[in-house]
Structure formats: C-alpha cells, structure tokens
C-alpha cells in the first residue's frame, strides 16, 4: 500500500541552524501539507501547497518556513533560523484531488529537536 | 471558524470491554469530513475512521464505529472488544472539503490487561 515517508525520523540542530525537512508524498495526490505537534499538545496545521503554489497558512508559518516541491516527487519544509520553540514533531500530509477522495494521509513525522 | 472539542482528556478500560471517546465541532458548512486518528507512542498518525458529512450511515471499521449526530454537531468513536494495542492518543479531527484538517487536543486511551 502506498504511504507516505519523511525523513529524517529525528533531527538534532542547534538555535539559528536552517533544517529541511523532507517528505515524499503518495505519487498520485496533489495536495500536500505540513503539521505540527509540539510535545503533549494537539497537532497544528502549518501549511498547504497545491499546483506549485502555497494554498493556505497558519499564523505559525511565518518568513522563517519554506515550502518547495523541487523534483516532483519530494515536498520539503525549510526553517530557515530555527528557534527553541521549533521543537516539534512535523508531520507531512498528501491527499488526492476531488470531492471523493479528501482523506489526507500522513507519514511517520521527523522528530525537530533544537538546542 | 471551525472547532474541534474532546471533552475526554484520559480514559482507562479493561481489556476486551467497549469504550466510547466523546467529539463535538462547531462549523456552519454542510459539506465536510470528520476523522478519528490514533497516535501509539511512536507518535505516527493513523487513520482509524472516516465519516462524511452527507452520508447518514455511520462508519464502521472492524472493531471501530462512529456515533455521527449531524444536528447535533457529534461523533464519537466506539472501540469494542478493545485490545493493548488500541493504547494511544486518540484525535478527532475535521476538514472542509479539499481544506486543511482541524484537530481537537486528544484523547488518551489507556487499555489495562
């Protein structure tokens, strides 16, 4: 079955580091999205790209995040200086196109750690 | 705006017995989906169930239903005959079509042997 899959599972970076974070969503979808959990607390949307282009973001997706679908297979997140509160677990979502077919699916997440 | 309410921070059942985790929302659309996700320790999300706004019939997935109440802005998640392994966070989520998901805080399930 077809899934999505991020990497790195973990990633260890120091305050005011840029990170990538990187997702290869379901070959087929066209809709892509990063979320965010930080530790204990529910999940939050960050982002959506479709066509190229950002759809849709949260008041947390400030000029320190990025998104880019470079190859068309890969969809990464950028932060550009991370900052502690960055921590998080960020999960990428895909989904397919249509009326039909809304679910999104999400990879395993990258662990962010920033010291 | 949307939201999301799980009124169930923690619950706790025997094994084998059946568990029901509260979830309310707020919209003014007619048009939506509503989801269970479940989070092990792992920390990956998982789709358990999916519900759309305009089917009548509730969902079911093997051990795993929903009460879905449209007029009542309600769905809960049924879970019998549970299992250790159905320990985890559970989320209720919702999204209009083709839109971002809204999640509530969770609930966490633990399932005692």
């Known amino acids: 079955e077809p899934e999505v899959t991020q990497t790195p599972s973990h990633q260890v970076t120091q305050m005011g580091q840029e990170v990538i974070l990187r997702c290869v969503p379901i070959?087929?979808?066209?809709?892509f999205y990063w979320y965010r959990q930080i530790l204990g607390q529910k999940v939050e949307f960050l982002v959506s790209?479709?066509?190229?282009?950002?759809?849709?973001k949260s008041e947390i997706f400030d000029d320190q995040f990025s998104v880019e679908r470079p190859d068309g297979s890969n969809f990464t997140l950028k932060i550009r200086s991370t900052k502690l509160e960055d921590s998080a677990m960020y999960f990428c979502?895909?989904?397919?196109?249509?009326?039909?077919?809304?679910?999104?699916?999400f990879g395993p997440g990258t662990r962010l750690t920033v010291l | 705006a949307q939201t999301v309410t799980q009124s169930q921070p923690e619950m706790s059942v025997q094994e084998a017995e059946t568990v029901t985790l509260s979830c309310t929302y707020d919209?003014?659309?007619?048009?939506?989906?509503l989801f269970w996700y479940k989070q092990p320790p792992s920390r990956q999300m998982i789709l358990v169930i999916r519900?759309?706004?305009?089917?009548?019939q509730n969902a079911t997935e093997n051990r795993f239903s929903v009460n879905f109440q449209k007029a009542a802005k309600s769905f809960s998640l049924k879970i019998s005959d549970s299992q250790l392994g159905d320990t985890a966070m559970y989320f209720c989520?919702?999204?209009?079509?083709?839109?971002?998901?809204?999640f509530g805080k969770g609930t966490r399930l633990h399932i005692l042997p």
């Open positions: 979502a895909s989904s397919l196109a249509g009326a039909s077919t809304d679910t999104q699916y």
């Open positions: 070959s087929n979808h066209l809709y």
């Open positions: 790209f479709y066509n190229n282009e950002i759809s849709e």
């Open positions: 919209t003014s659309e007619n048009n939506y989906y």
């Open positions: 519900q759309e706004a305009y089917k009548q």
């Open positions: 989520a919702f999204m209009k079509q083709d839109d971002k998901i809204i």
